[in-house]
């Protein structure tokens, strides 16, 4: 049973273009959450999603990020117009009900 | 204030050692607790749920105090590869979860 996967891995992107980054939950679980942690600094939540719905966006920022997580496929979220502020690594977790388990990570790096 | 509080560390310990770590969350709301492990740069790995309780899972032990809103880990016998930063992390019930900045462990020959 594969874990939480990720990708890319890393990705470098320079100030105002787009990021996309991936996540597929483990086979089974249907709640994917996505997580940021800065440079130094713990995880924070960003969003929560379940097929085809957001739950809990409250640690979004209000601009330029957006998440999805379609019926079929994986949960993408979405950085418009980096800033070098976005600068991170992006953790996704899945859940089958309580516990969540995590993908190896996006770093992101804006230049 | 924040939502949940753990010592940064580092704690310094020779193999065989027992340390302690403690954390204080804020909520007192919150229904699920867990620790969780991360390697230098890599992810958070589940370590193990935290019950009313308390439970043991070979070295490890992790114990929950409602009434003053604190949870504890204990690592028996430390070896190297305990080397490690520990997350205390808390779930109000929300489906989100709430991480400490972590406790860093080095365990030295």
Redesign the interface.
Known sequence: NAGVMQNPRHLVRRRGQEARLRCSPMKGHS?V?W?RQLPE?????MV?LQKENI??E??MPKERFSAEFPKEGPSILRIQQVVRGDSA?Y?C?SSPT????????T?LTVT | RKEVEQDPGPFNVPEGATVAFNCTYSNSASQSFFWYRQDCRKEPKLLMSVYSSGNEDGRFTAQLNRASQYISLLIRDSKLSDSATYLCVVNANTDKLIFGTGTRLQVFP
């Not at chain 1, 600094?41 to 939540?45: A, H, M, N, T, V």
């Open positions: 709640h959450y997580y600094e713990g995880l924070k939540f929560y739950i809990d409250s640690g690594a953790f977790a309580n516990e969540q388990y995590f993908g190896p990570g770093r």
